[in-house]
């Protein structure tokens, strides 16, 4: 595992850790993590400060692509480019805190791994590639880039919902109290 610590390094390049994991930790008031090149590894874990968030501001490619152990983002989440966010091996990729991304796109792929989203608002699209599990947890979700409605496949819910666009749902498994507004 390759830990950074605060201050995290704004002009880190890409980070390769084989089949190590990734884990990026900023402390403090404000503090970001900034991805601005690829990260690889087996798995992935970035928390940002008090405040701070996960800058994800690639766009040329993949941004972080791992090999099975899955990705954790522990914070909100800021798209500053189109992201693409990729496990291998089928590891579950969990966004743990709000995304906004502006007019920028955000992919997940990780095969039959599980996704876990907590509201993304963007003017962009977001693209759920998955055949595993998907859970919306409460939050805000307004994404216009794509189609309208927005479709969601089959998704477990908990949570209160607001929803910002037309939005069709496949199956829906409520998994505890869910209030969509």
């Not at 595992?1 to 404000?30: C, E, K, Q």
Request: without cysteine.
């Amino acid at each position: 595992m390759l830990p950074f610590r605060t201050p995290v390094p704004s002009n880190l390049g890409a980070i390769a850790a084989g089949t190590g994991g990734v884990t990026l930790t900023a402390s403090g008031s404000g503090a970001d993590v900034t991805l601005g090149s690829t990260v690889s590894g087996n798995s992935f874990a970035a928390t940002a400060g008090t405040s701070g968030a996960i800058r994800l501001n690639d766009g040329a490619a993949t941004i972080v692509t791992t090999s099975g152990g899955g990705q954790s983002y522990n914070s909100p989440i800021t798209l500053l480019a189109d992201a693409t966010l990729s496990d291998t091996g089928n590891g579950a990729i969990s966004l743990n805190g709000q995304v906004t991304g502006g007019a920028n796109s955000l992919t997940l792929s990780n095969g039959t791994g599980a996704q876990s989203l907590n509201g993304v608002t963007t003017s962009g699209d977001l693209v759920l590639a998955t055949t595993g599990t998907v859970t919306l947890n409460g939050g805000t979700y307004t994404i216009t880039g794509g189609g309208d409605p927005y479709v969601f496949g089959a998704v477990t819910t908990i949570g209160t919902f607001t929803f910002g666009m037309n939005t069709n749902f496949g199956a829906v498994t409520i998994a505890g109290n869910t209030i969509i507004d």
